[in-house]
């Protein structure tokens, strides 16, 4: 019997599944640094703000390149139904923890589907996925210099506007 | 037509033409042509489905459910014994086509 669905589709269609799932999380991490965007801009920190805006562009960015490599593959790319973004933080150290906490989570799942994918041998998905790896690697040591930043400032006085100028330094 | 049986659950049956290079599915009621692309958003689909709606008064009165194929050409209407027949037929189908590993249960 010759092979028609072997010849449309390259991956296994869990690794399908689980990639929509992960293109869902880089959506509502887009979303979720738009909100963060809003509220710096609202609170009065606005180069905070304009690191937000890029974050969120740079997540749009990795939802696209699994929605992509699904179309390269012969899978089916879902658009992803967001829903729940938070818009409430209650300082700009909270929103740079979540920031680090989100980045953490997506970490995480990513490396779930890289071990699924290893387990159904499905290769090109495995390797698709080093770049995220990599990636997370990058965008977790950015937070937490940040976070580091802001402990040695300190949020005392005018430690607050200090904190926001100096976070220019990791906007490239 | 020259067709092989990919996988047949209790009502559908799974077709692969190699001269055509696709797919056909026999609901029964009518022989529908897939390709791979249409058989892969009729799995999200059928497995989308929340096949424990049916048992809740509440959130399914009727007990069936509308499916629309292949950009809405086909529109189907299945019970609940037919719904949980064709989400075997897909996950196995795709089981027997190579594209999927054997296991239970999978979410989508
Ligand atoms: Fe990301
Ligand atoms: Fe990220």
């Known amino acids: 019997m010759k092979d028609i669905a072997r010849q449309s589709m390259s991956i296994k269609v869990e690794s399908m599944d689980?990639?929509?799932?992960?293109?869902?999380?880089?959506?509502?991490?887009s979303a979720t640094y738009l909100a963060m965007a809003s509220w710096c801009e609202q609170n009065g920190f606005f180069t905070s703000a304009k690191f937000f805006y890029k974050q969120a562009e740079e997540e749009r960015g990795?939802?696209?390149k699994i929605f992509e490599f699904l179309i390269d593959t012969g899978g089916n790319p879902l658009s992803p139904e967001i829903t729940g973004i938070n818009h409430d933080y209650s300082s700009i150290v909270d929103v740079f923890e979540s920031t680090l906490e989100h980045e953490v989570a997506v970490t995480k799942s990513i490396h779930n589907i890289v071990k699924k994918a290893r387990e159904l041998g499905?290769?090109?998905?495995?390797?698709?996925?080093d770049w995220f790896v990599l990636e997370q690697v990058e965008e977790e040591n950015t937070i937490r210099d940040i976070l580091d930043m802001i402990e040695v400032t300190g949020t005392e006085g005018v430690g607050l506007q200090m904190i926001d100028n100096q976070v220019g330094n990791w906007i490239e | 037509?020259?067709?092989?049986?990919?996988?047949q659950s209790?009502?559908?049956?799974l077709y692969q033409s190699v001269k055509e290079r696709c797919f056909y599915v026999d609901f029964g009621q009518k022989l529908v042509r897939m390709s791979l692309c249409q058989l892969l958003s009729l799995r999200h689909k059928v497995l989308s489905i929340s096949i424990e709606d049916h048992f809740d008064g509440?959130?399914?009165?009727?007990?069936?459910?509308?499916?629309?194929?292949?950009n809405k050409e086909h529109l189907l209407v299945l019970n609940t014994l037919e719904i949980l027949d064709l989400k075997h037929?897909?996950?196995?189908?795709?089981?027997?086509?190579?594209?999927?590993?054997?296991?239970?249960?999978?979410?989508?």
Do not use: W
């Open chain 2, 89 to 108: 037929m897909v996950e196995q189908g795709f089981v027997a086509m190579g594209l999927s590993e054997e296991r239970e249960a999978v979410t989508v």
């Open chain 2, 10 to 13: 209790t009502y559908y049956t």
């Open chain 1, 62 to 64: 990795h939802m696209m």
């Open chain 1, 18 to 29: 689980l990639l929509n799932g992960q293109i869902k999380m880089e959506a509502h991490a």
């Open chain 2, 1 to 7: 037509m020259p067709m092989n049986v990919v996988y």
């Open chain 2, 58 to 70: 509440d959130l399914n009165k009727h007990g069936f459910e509308v499916l629309m194929l292949c």
């Open chain 1, 122 to 129: 499905d290769i090109a998905t495995e390797r698709f996925l």
